[in-house]
T-cell receptor, first 110, second 112 residues
Framework: GENVEQHPSTLSVQEGDSAVIKCTYSDSASNYFPWYKQELGKRPQLIID?????GEKKDQRIAVTLNKTAKHFSLHITETQPEDSAVYFC?????????FGAGTRLTVKP | ETGVTQSPTHLIKTRGQQVTLRCSSQ?????VSWYQQALGQGPQFIFQYYREEENGRGNFPPRFSGLQFPNYSSELNVNALELDDSALYLCASSAGPAPEQYFGPGTRLTVT
């Protein structure tokens, strides 16, 4: 089955800096790649996603890139703010079967 | 538009007991997926229900079972609870074939 690896496990940046989180997946049939943000004690929130027929997608300060050949995708957050502090999960999906990475704890220091 | 809701919020059970968790999907969504999230880990796919039938299953034993009702709400049942079943159980709903899933707040299950 699909296996998703996520790096780094923790990331600390200064407010205003950029943050990059990387994921790799194993199954070339995966066709949907969402990113979720989970604050402490709260539900995972879908923040951005990308489908396999697109290489890059941007939404304000957040962008995701996908390299299907290398089977990796990345989340980029620019101009980070303290409220961006949370655990971020990547996932790879083949239709109904969604597999998550282990998460990255992002801390943005004011 | 109503979001995904789950009940109960917290639950404490004894090893060997059975538990039922409930999920109401977001308005307009007919597909429900269930996940187990152990502390410090990503959600693990248990199974998905679409139009009242199981539409895929992750690597979980048969003692994890589910139902979906005509109003698209869903139940997760776990029999013969084990200590390792202690986790946050999340459900997520989606609209038919669309892959975007939206999560409920989860049920925190503790098995002692």
């Amino acid at each position: 089955g699909e296996n998703v690896e996520q790096h780094p496990s923790t990331l600390s940046v200064q407010e205003g800096d950029s943050a990059v989180i990387k994921c790799t997946y194993s199954d070339s049939a995966s066709n949907y790649f969402p990113w979720y943000k989970q604050e402490l004690g709260k539900r995972p929130q879908l923040i951005i996603d990308i489908r396999s027929n697109v290489g890059e997608k941007k939404d304000q300060r957040i962008a995701v890139t996908l390299n299907k050949t290398a089977k990796h995708f990345s989340l980029h957050i620019t101009e980070t703010q303290p409220e961006d502090s949370a655990v971020y999960f990547c996932a790879a999906s083949i239709w109904h079967d969604m597999r998550f990475g282990a998460g990255t704890r992002l801390t943005v220091k004011p | 538009e109503t979001g995904v809701t789950q009940s109960p919020t917290h639950l404490i059970k004894t090893r060997g007991q059975q538990v039922t968790l409930r999920c109401s999907s977001q308005s307009g969504h007919n597909t429900v997926s269930w996940y187990q999230q152990a502390l410090g880990q990503g959600p693990q796919f248990i199974f998905q229900y679409y139009r009242e039938e199981e539409n895929g299953r992750g690597n979980f034993p048969p003692r994890f079972s589910g139902l979906q009702f005509p109003n698209y709400s869903s139940e997760l049942n776990v029999n013969a609870l084990e200590l390792d079943d202690s986790a946050l159980y999340l459900c997520a709903s989606s609209a038919g074939p669309a892959p975007e899933q939206y999560f409920g707040p989860g049920t925190r299950l503790t098995v002692t």
